[in-house]
């Protein structure tokens, strides 16, 4: 029904940036709390940002001041937008969010499939 779908990962030397976007697309009615997680091998995967419909936003503390997460309504797309990445940045990052479904009653979870975010020089 409803499908996130992730790009802009890739190889990235340390100070570099990149964009990450996600995009949500079905039949979707509307779309609440929005986030980027990632995991890295051997690792459990955490939350990176947050940004609910209202446009609050919630970063983890290791991404403050370098991570910035927005959306864009009107496309169904929230963006990450990394800035002075370092190398234990590297991870695969996983879109998330709380989307209702138009014809559903409840609001599902839904993971997108992952983009690959390598850091090195």
């Known amino acids: 029904q409803v499908q996130l779908v992730e790009s802009g990962g890739g190889l990235v030397q340390p100070g570099g940036s990149l964009r990450l976007s996600c995009a949500a697309s079905?039949?979707?009615?509307?779309?609440?709390?929005m986030g980027w997680y990632r995991q890295a091998p051997g690792k459990q995967r955490d939350m990176v940002a947050t940004?609910?419909?209202?446009?609050?936003?919630n970063y983890a503390d290791p991404v403050k001041g370098r991570f910035t997460i927005s959306r864009d309504d009107a496309k169904n797309t929230v963006y990450l937008q990394m800035d002075s990445l370092k190398p234990e940045d590297t991870a695969v990052y996983y879109c998330?969010?709380?989307?209702?479904?138009?014809?559903?009653?409840?609001?599902?979870?839904?993971w997108g499939q992952g983009t690959q975010v390598t850091v090195s020089s």
């Open positions: 998330n969010a709380d989307i209702g479904y138009i014809y559903g009653l409840n609001i599902k979870n839904y």
């Open positions: 079905g039949s979707i009615n509307s779309i609440y709390t």
């Open positions: 940004i609910t419909n209202g446009g609050s936003t």
